[in-house]
T-cell receptor, first 111, second 116 residues
Framework: DGGITQSPKYLFRKEGQNVTLSCEQN?????MYWYRQDPGQGLRLIYY???????QKGDIAEGYSVSREKKESFPLTVTSAQKNPTAFYLC??????????FGSGTRLTVV | AQKVTQAQTEISVVEKEDVTLDCVYE???????LFWYKQPPSGELVFLIR??????QNEISGRYSWNFQKSTSSFNFTITASQVVDSAVYFC?????????????FGKGTRLSVIA
């Protein structure tokens, strides 16, 4: 079945450490997106990519980096520059004007 | 600029009551798309509906119905005879239609609690 796979489901990061969240889709969708959700809050856009080898900053890109080397993959790196990374991270993909298909999310905690 | 407002932060209802979740949007585009998503406690967002701006017919799917009114820029969502499994956070979203793949603009969500 087609869908989006995010891994890991839970991730723990030490202070000053970079971590990478994986997002893979087999839906042949052109565009992919990363959102951050804090407890009780809405979705905030971190980065998005409309085509391979191209991506744009969202509303809260500072402290994050992405790459889009393959259509299927859009990994998100949370760098040490992100001072408050504890949150729920959601990846989504989209084709044209259709709705998003979301992954199941990664819960990142700083320890 | 596009904006989606979900003024109701939290709603609590007793099981079997009907409940309406409000969504008001702002856009300068004449062609656009509106969406509703459900986020259950597990966290994954589930697509519920997409409506384009040229289709103002109300939509019904089982206990769910949607009322789209361009005159008031609203796209409200009603759950009839609510059930405990309807407890979730519901998001309304907007997308411009002049180019595909642009990010959706989400409202802040409404947390619905259905009490048995």
């Amino acid at each position: 079945d087609g869908g989006i796979t995010q891994s890991p489901k839970y991730l723990f990061r030490k202070e000053g450490q970079n971590v990478t969240l994986s997002c893979e889709q087999n839906l042949n969708h052109d565009a992919m997106y990363w959102y951050r959700q804090d407890p009780g809050q809405g979705l905030r856009l971190i980065y998005y990519s409309q085509i391979v080898n191209d991506f744009q900053k969202g509303d809260i890109a500072e402290g994050y980096s992405v790459s889009r080397e393959k259509k299927e993959s859009f990994p998100l790196t949370v760098t040490s520059a992100q001072k408050n990374p504890t949150a729920f991270y959601l990846c989504a993909s989209r084709k044209g004007h259709g709705g998003y298909t979301f992954g199941s999310g990664t819960r990142l905690t700083v320890v | 600029a596009q904006k989606v407002t979900q003024a109701q932060t939290e709603i609590s209802v007793v099981e079997k009551e009907d409940v309406t979740l409000d969504c008001v949007y702002e856009t300068r585009d004449t062609t656009y798309y509106l969406f509703w998503y459900k986020q259950p406690p597990s966290g994954e967002l589930v697509f519920l509906i997409r409506r384009n701006s040229f289709d103002e017919q109300n939509e019904i799917s089982g206990r769910y119905s949607w009322n789209f009114q361009k005159s008031t820029s609203s796209f409200n969502f009603t759950i009839t005879a609510s059930q405990v499994v309807d407890s979730a956070v519901y998001f309304c979203a907007l997308s411009e239609a002049d180019s595909g793949n642009t990010p959706l603009v989400f409202g802040k969500g409404t947390r619905l609690s259905v009490i048995a």
